[in-house]
């Protein structure tokens, strides 16, 4: 399988882009990963995938973007935001793209290097390096920040500028094997060197010198065959997979060396290459997660017998002390009378052998014989299968208090013992238990999902199922009402200046009362009244055909404004509140706002908001834990903190305040 993109595939995927991206304008960057950015433009947000060394091509996918963004990041965003996309080409036949971008400073030049030990880089209008992910002095070149930038020698002619006077050259190695003589001369990789050959019907393993001029011709025009598809975009895109439906390679067109695999084909060529790499990033991330699962389970097993060996060696302590401590006062008498007689023995001077003589002579109570070995320093007495020792200089009372204190010492180091056993057991079956999939959810990347034409606005469905759309802004207030406005309709505004109109898509049926106060409600959230920290504001609706889209003469109406004539609806005294909920649809989770009582009615769960003056980045990720914390599983788990975006975009005026129950959550 393949884990790179060849030159072919840059050309298709960079030729595709080209139609897409031109004259677009850079909204942001991120650099999710150490090679990895994200570039999306706008109009429409479009995603723009680079990996360093190993693709570029545009992505449906949402991949996680890091709180902070990288100092590189930072930098690029300084100089190219806001700027227009001129040219995306391809450097010859190489896996090296440029970006052209027009901005008020000039046109900088993005170059992904897509090769081996590759690299990004950012090149200022005088062709400097401004910015390089790697800097470097080679042999062929140097990327020095402010000075000139060369670009990276080239691996071979050009196959869509190829001329039969250049593939001649092809003759002057004719002791080299087709298949490497061909990598050598042309920019191409092995696997298309290949389909060349097979289309040529050509051994792999034949020598150059061997060609004769009709297979030397033929071989020219395979070159210049696939040169076509290239150039007309002739694609029919697809994932080559093998029997197991594993994924083996992407084309942009059928290869004969292919004919006997599965295709997998997709509409365009970037959304092919977009869902191949994707599927092995996961896969990637996976065996990742696994191998780190690996590592913590066998640490924690380690660790687990470690403290099982001690566990069960305090046990043994704690029952052993306390046997020698209880049999030594079963028999205080006896043994007292023992170490007496030692005593009194050695003060005569009588030896240790006789002195052993005479004391393994006493027996116990329990008729049980005391064996004593007599050393210098101390007695070692035997009462049956419990060994004794004790010091000349110590009673049998002080010895059994010492073996009591071990005993209870070992005692107290064993609950300790037993806590951390249970810790590390929990945590053993924690590890266990939880699913690779689930862990490695927020570090996949996930298909994002395709939007309908009424999310460009802010939007909810009423109780009742009504459509109920809000302008965003000057621009989106315009389009609602110049586009998508129909006859049957009604128009709501909040009387505040600073406010959005709403509208309410009938569709020809009768509108509720309980949609129309939805409707209000909405509308008086997302005027200025939320930013004010107003509790309440007025708001009325009017038919369309109140609704004047051009000003009279000799006044002037601004974007996203119009006039109203005639009798204007009144809800007085609309509460500013609004709720964020989370529903399923289609796999993916939906973030909507609207009145409590919609989303209610919709949503798995929602948090209610009231104006306030906590960021929407805070309140955006309390609210994403509220909302997994109260949703079932299956989209508690679909969850996380990739859609903090999402939900932070939905909270009027960027502020407010979590409200549950009525009160005021403190954040």
């Not at 290949?194 to 395979?222: A, G, I, P």
């Not at 300790?416 to 057991?425: H, M, P, W, Y």
């Not at 994403?624 to 939905?650: C, G, H, M, Q, Y």
Request: glycine content about 4%; hydrophobic content about 35%; overall charge positive.
């Amino acid at each position: 399988m393949k884990d790179v993109m060849s030159s072919l595939d840059i050309s298709a995927v960079t030729l595709e882009m080209a139609d897409g991206l031109i004259g677009k304008r850079i909204d942001n960057i991120y650099h999710i990963i150490p090679r990895t950015f994200l570039i999306r433009f706008r109009p429409e947000s479009i995603w723009l995938l680079i990996e360093v060394e190993k693709r570029i091509h545009l992505t449906k996918f949402k991949y996680p973007t890091p709180p902070k963004p990288s100092i590189f990041c930072m930098t690029l965003r300084k100089h190219l935001l806001g700027g227009k996309l001129e040219t995306i080409e391809q450097e010859e036949f190489d896996r090296i793209v440029n970006l052209n971008i027009s901005t008020k400073y000039g046109v900088f030049r993005i170059v992904a290097e897509l090769f081996r030990r590759g690299n990004l880089i950012l090149i200022d209008p005088e062709n400097k390096v401004r910015l390089s992910m790697r800097y470097a002095r080679m042999r062929d070149r140097h990327l020095i920040r402010n000075e000139l930038y060369k670009t990276a020698p080239s691996s071979g002619i050009n196959p869509l500028t190829l001329t039969s006077d250049q593939f001649e050259k092809l003759r002057e190695i004719g002791d080299e094997q087709l298949l490497k003589a061909l990598t050598k001369i042309i920019s191409i990789g092995p696997l298309h060197a290949k389909e060349l050959l097979t289309r040529s019907e050509l051994d792999y393993e034949s020598y150059v010198r061997d060609l004769t001029q009709n297979q030397f011709e033929t071989l020219f025009k395979s070159i210049l065959s696939i040169k076509e598809k290239i150039i007309r975009k002739e694609y029919e895109p697809a994932i080559i997979c093998d029997e197991k439906d594993q994924s083996l390679d992407t084309t942009p067109f059928p290869l004969r060396i292919y004919q006997d695999k599965n295709r997998k084909e997709f509409k365009t060529y970037n959304e092919a290459v977009d869902e191949f790499f994707s599927k092995q990033t996961t896969t990637a991330e996976l065996h990742k997660v696994k191998k780190v699962q690996d590592v913590e389970l066998a640490r924690l097993s380690r660790i687990l017998e470690e403290q099982k060996k001690q566990k069960t060696s305090l046990e043994e302590a704690v029952k052993k002390n306390k046997e020698i401590a209880d049999t030594i006062y079963l028999n205080l008498h006896i043994l007292s009378e023992i170490t007496t007689l030692i005593e009194k023995e050695k003060v005569k001077g009588t030896p240790l052998q006789d002195i052993e003589n005479l004391t393994n002579k006493i027996t116990t109570n329990n008729k049980q014989q005391i064996i004593t070995k007599i050393l210098p320093e101390e007695a070692r007495l035997k009462v049956g299968q419990i060994s004794i020792h004790i010091r000349h200089d110590k009673t049998p009372q002080q010895v059994a208090k010492q073996y009591y204190d071990a005993s209870k010492k070992a005692s107290q180091k064993l609950k300790g013992l037993q806590e951390s056993v249970n810790k590390i057991e929990t945590k053993l079956r924690s590890v266990e238990e939880e699913t690779i999939e689930k862990k490695v959810i927020e570090k996949i990347p996930k298909r994002k999902r395709e939007k309908v034409w009424y999310e460009k606005f802010h939007w909810f469905k009423s109780s009742d199922g009504f459509l109920i759309m809000s302008g965003k802004d000057a621009s989106t207030n315009d389009l609602l009402i110049r586009k998508y406005l129909n006859k049957d309709d009604l128009v709501f505004h909040a009387e505040i200046q600073g406010a959005p109109f709403t509208i309410v898509r009938t569709e020809g049926k009768s509108i509720t009362p309980q949609t129309i106060k939805e409707a209000a409600q909405a509308t008086a959230a997302r005027s200025k009244a939320w930013s004010l920290n107003l509790t309440a504001v007025n708001v009325y609706w009017v038919n369309p055909d109140q609704v004047e889209t051009s000003a009279p003469s000799g006044e002037y109406l601004g974007k996203g404004q119009f006039m109203i004539r005639g009798k204007r609806n009144y809800d007085r005294g609309v509460e500013l509140k609004i709720a964020i909920g989370v529903r399923e649809e289609n796999e993916n989770v939906i973030f909507v706002a609207g009145p409590s009582s919609a989303i209610e009615k919709h949503a798995e769960a929602y948090v209610e908001l009231v104006p306030g003056r906590t960021s929407s980045g805070k309140l955006a990720k309390k609210i994403i834990e509220l909302l997994k914390a109260s949703s079932r599983e299956n989209i508690s788990e679909k969850i996380d903190r990739t859609n903090l975006d999402e939900v932070a975009r939905l909270i009027p005026a960027g502020k407010g305040e979590i409200t549950i129950k009525g009160k005021i959550l403190s954040l």
